[in-house]
C-alpha cells in the first residue's frame, strides 16, 4: 500500500482520474482508497512504488507519491467502523447529532450496551432533562469536561 500526497478536498477526483487511466491501462493495481479522515491523501495498493508513479504522473491535484510502504496495520482504523457506543463512557460530554435534540450539548448518565441506547442529561436545558436517545445519534465530544459554572445549580 502506498500514499499520494494530493490537493486538500480532491482526493475523491484524483481517485477517479487514477480509476480512468486504468482503464485505458492495464497497470497491476489492485485498489484506491480514499478515506474521509485523512485530508489530502488517497492510499494505492499496488506491487512497487513505480507502478505507482506512472500511474499518478501527469495527473491534476497529484502533489507526488510518500515515500515508503505502508502497512496495513496503519490503514485498518479507516477500513473497520466500530459502533459509537464502543467509545462512550460514563461522565463523557456528547452532541446530539440527530432527533429533536439535534444540536444539544448533553452528559451520560447510563448505558445500555444491549439496546444501544444512552441516558444522557442535557446541558443546554434550564433544567436538568434525562432522555434516552440512540447511541448513533451521538457524537463524542473529545476531552470535553463540564466546568462548575456550566452544571446546573440548586438555587432552592
Known amino acids: 500500500m502506498f500514499a499520494v500526497k494530493t490537493t ?6 484524483v481517485a477517479r482520474l487514477i480509476y ?7 497497470l ?3 485498489s484506491v482508497l480514499v478515506a474521509d479522515e485523512m485530508k489530502g491523501y488517497v492510499f494505492i495498493e499496488a506491487d512497487n512504488a513505480q507502478v505507482i508513479s506512472e500511474v499518478i ?5 497529484v502533489k507526488g507519491l ?6 496495513y496495520d496503519d490503514i485498518e482504523k479507516f477500513l473497520i467502523v466500530k459502533p459509537i457506543i464502543s467509545e462512550l463512557k460514563v461522565d463523557d460530554i456528547v452532541e446530539i447529532v440527530a432527533g429533536p435534540f439535534k444540536g444539544m450539548r448533553a452528559k451520560i448518565n447510563r448505558i445500555e450496551l444491549t439496546r ?3 441516558t444522557v442529561v442535557l446541558l443546554d436545558a434550564p433544567y436538568q432533562l434525562p432522555v434516552t436517545v440512540d447511541a448513533s445519534y451521538l457524537k463524542l465530544i473529545p476531552q470535553a469536561k463540564i466546568s462548575p459554572s456550566s452544571e446546573v ?4
Do not use: C, F, W
Open 66 to 71: 510518500v515515500p515508503g510502504m505502508l502497512k
Open 20 to 26: 480512468n487511466k486504468l482503464s485505458t491501462r492495464k
Open 8 to 13: 486538500g478536498g480532491q482526493e475523491k477526483i
Open 116 to 118: 444501544s441506547e444512552v
Open 28 to 30: 497491476p493495481i489492485s
Open 153 to 156: 445549580q440548586d438555587s432552592g
Open 57 to 61: 504522473s501527469g495527473l491534476k491535484h
